[in-house]
Each structure stands twice: as C-alpha cells, then as structure tokens.
C-alpha cells in the first residue's frame, strides 16, 4: 500500500500577501502608488508561487497538481516580469501587507491536502481579483493598467482551473454517496 505523504511546510514568510487583509483594507484607502500596487502583485505571485512549489510534492490527484504547477510557472512568469517595473518604483516597502500563507494545509495529505488546497486557491484568487478591480487597476497608470489587465486575466483562469476541480470532486463525492447509498438500499 503506498504512504501517504503529510506535508510539511516551512514558514512561508514575507513572500506571501495576507489576502484577506487586502480584500478588507483598501475600500477607502487613498490611492496607491505604483510601488505599492507592484509590491502587491508580487507578494501574491510570490507566495502563491511559493505555496504551489512547497505542496506540490504531496498532492495526491492529477487535478490540484496540475493547477499548483500551472500556478507555479505562471506567477514565475508575474515575477519576473514585474522584477523590472518593481526596482524602478520601488519606493514602498510593502512589509505590512505580509504574512504567512497556506498555514490551513499543515499536516494535512491526501484527499484533505487535495480539497483544503484547491478551496484555498478559489479563495485567494477570488480576493485578489477583487482587489484588482476595486483598486489596483483604477489606481495604477496607464502603463501599469495595461500590465493588471493582462495578469487579472491569469488569475482568472487559475480561478476556473480551481473551480472545475472542486465542482469535478463534488460530483465524485456524490456519486460515491450514491453508490453508497443504494448499497446499503440492496443489503437491507
């Protein structure tokens, strides 16, 4: 019988954005510059670049596999396209927006890894297009705007990657229960 691989993560530290810090905190923030917007966007691609490389490894099914590595070589690709643009504005830190992530799926492995890190990825791609839309886009400038665009629509499709694969599993969790079901239905 094969083990079952538990992750273990080390600490993702300041690579990573606190989504959700994001999703509530710009609403009625000034503007942002485009340091700030650029730091922001890389945080995102960083950590979840990070996360993907880091469970990767212990994915049990094809489907979050296949999205961690098509997350890992896209937000690559964010990385080192915005590297430039981040070392000519950089002017903001960015520390404060910082925190770890992915910290849910420690000790978890097979199905449960599988589940928490593809729920997770809906959720975090779910915030940082909100994000986008709320304030990074209307807040950058034209050259930048350009660039968003063209990465919110990455994350869009990361986001209906996951969301097939979540709609995938619950389909074969019903037809399990089914079966289940009229098992118990034929032995009584």
């Not at 691989?5 to 300041?14: D, F, H, S, V, Y």
């Not at 922001?40 to 990070?50: D, I």
């Not at 097979?110 to 990825?121: C, F, H, I, N, Q």
Request: with cysteine.
């Amino acid at each position: 019988m094969d083990k079952i691989k538990t992750i273990r993560m080390p600490k993702l530290g300041a690579a990573c954005v606190a989504i959700l810090a994001l999703a509530a905190g710009g609403a009625n923030s000034a503007p942002l510059h485009d340091a700030e917007i650029v730091d922001r966007v890389l945080m995102f691609a960083r950590g979840e670049k990070q996360l993907a490389d880091t469970v990767k490894g212990s994915l049990s099914s094809a489907g979050p596999w296949n999205l961690a590595q098509r997350v890992s070589v896209d937000y690559g690709d964010v990385d080192r396209g915005f590297a430039s643009v981040a070392d000519r504005e950089r002017a903001y830190d960015g520390a404060a927006g910082r925190q770890v992530v992915g910290a849910d799926l420690y000790g978890l492995a097979g199905d449960e890894l599988d589940k928490a890190y593809v729920s997770r990825e809906v959720k975090s791609h779910e915030a940082m297009l909100a994000e986008l839309d709320r304030q990074l886009i209307p807040d950058a400038s034209e050259d930048l705007r350009r660039r968003l665009i063209g990465i919110r629509s990455d994350i869009a499709a990361h986001l209906l990657h996951a969301r097939s694969i979540q709609q995938a599993e619950w389909k074969s969790d019903a037809a399990v229960q089914e079966r289940q079901a009229i098992s118990r239905e034929i032995g009584n």
